[in-house]
T-cell receptor, first 110, second 114 residues
Framework: AQSVTQLDSHVSVSEGTPVLLRCNYS??????LFWYVQHPNKGLQLLLK??????LVKGINGFEAEFKKSETSFHLTKPSAHMSDAAEYFC????????FGAGTILRVKS | NAGVTQTPKFQVLKTGQSMTLQCAQD?????MYWYRQDPGMGLRLIYY???????DKGEVPNGYNVSRLNKREFSLRLESAAPSQTSVYFC?????????????FGPGTRLTVT
């Protein structure tokens, strides 16, 4: 069985500072991992995905995530936050069907 | 291209009423999905259709039925609505298996059951 845990329900950063959203997963075999973003009152949009190629995955809008098998983690980072990054972020694990984490709400302060 | 469209955007039902949520995609995708989103729980899969003519239960199928009307359309029906079904419902589609292909989401339907 697969599961995913997002370690922070809320993260607050200042504009221009780094972003770190943490995700740990559990899977009985090599999973595919995703990060999706949801802006207020919108559907979800794919940020990036890991499917057993390079462990450092680059996504849209300057986000990237590193797959660390030894730590069962897939944390999302961005060097410099922008106001438009304020949204809810979901870490997702998959083997056939997607299992979503509970979400992390990112707040960006000016 | 409109992508994934959902109707209605908002709906209020009384307990025991029935309704159908409509979803259509214009990307020629094979797979379609229905999720519900509740605060602090992420998205949970209700039903999915891997290809036209097939449907399968997801994590939380009780109280729902689905129809894959054709390749474009995938509807979700609540036969007898309950307050526990108050949620935001998202339809999604993908070219193939969810673990290999990006899912594209509709804007959601906000359902309140009183």
């Amino acid at each position: 069985a697969q599961s995913v845990t997002q370690l922070d329900s809320h993260v607050s950063v200042s504009e221009g500072t780094p972003v770190l959203l943490r995700c740990n997963y559990s899977s009985s075999y090599s999973p595919s991992l995703f990060w999706y973003v949801q802006h207020p009152n919108k559907g979800l949009q794919l940020l990036l995905k890991y499917t057993s190629a390079a462990t450092l995955v680059k996504g849209i809008n300057g986000f990237e995530a590193e797959f660390k098998k030894s730590e069962t983690s897939f944390h999302l980072t961005k060097p410099s936050a922008h106001m438009s990054d304020a949204a809810e972020y979901f870490c997702v694990v998959s083997a056939g069907k997607l299992v979503f984490g509970a979400g992390t709400i990112l707040r960006v302060k000016s | 291209n409109a992508g994934v469209t959902q109707t209605p955007k908002f709906q209020v039902l009384k307990t025991g009423q029935s309704m159908t949520l409509q979803c259509a995609q214009d990307m020629n995708h094979n797979s379609m999905y229905w999720y519900r989103q509740d605060p602090g729980m992420g998205l949970r899969l209700i039903y999915y259709s891997a290809s036209e003519g097939t449907t399968d239960k997801g994590e939380v199928p009780n109280g729902y039925n689905v129809s894959r009307l054709n390749k474009r359309e995938f509807s979700l029906r609540l036969e007898s609505a309950a307050p526990s079904q108050t949620s935001v419902y998202f339809c999604a589609s993908s070219e193939g298996r969810a673990d290999s292909y990006e899912q594209y989401f509709g804007p959601g339907t906000r359902l309140t059951v009183t």
